[in-house]
């Protein structure tokens, strides 16, 4: 069936070879038509951010983030406790993104 997922329930979005899955603040995990980059343009750049090429997340789903290897950070999410990492190239927009 098809299920409605509120914007304000996603946590991240995830993509994972030819899909897109969205994780929302349960921890359920919802397949996606729409390619990572084409629901991104539509996100709200406010509250939402692509961490690196495959990640994307809601700023209300961050528990706390990290220093990691290099210039990446190990951001950890509220619920699920999952813990997703920022690329070196996106990590200093990441921290002005927070700063907002």
Do not use: C
Not at 38 to 54: C, K
């Amino acid at each position: 069936g098809v299920f409605i997922l509120a914007v304000n329930e996603i946590a991240y979005l995830q993509a994972q070879g030819d899909f897109v899955f969205a994780f929302d603040q349960k921890g359920g995990k919802h397949i996606l038509n729409n390619s990572l980059n084409g629901l991104y343009e539509t996100l709200d750049p406010d509250l939402f951010f692509m961490i690196n090429r495959s990640e994307v997340i809601h700023i209300d789903s961050i528990l706390k983030y990290n220093s990691y290897i290099k210039n990446r950070l190990a951001i950890t999410l509220k619920n699920p406790s999952v813990v997703l990492y920022t690329s070196n190239n996106r990590t200093p927009k990441f921290r002005e993104w927070l700063e907002k």
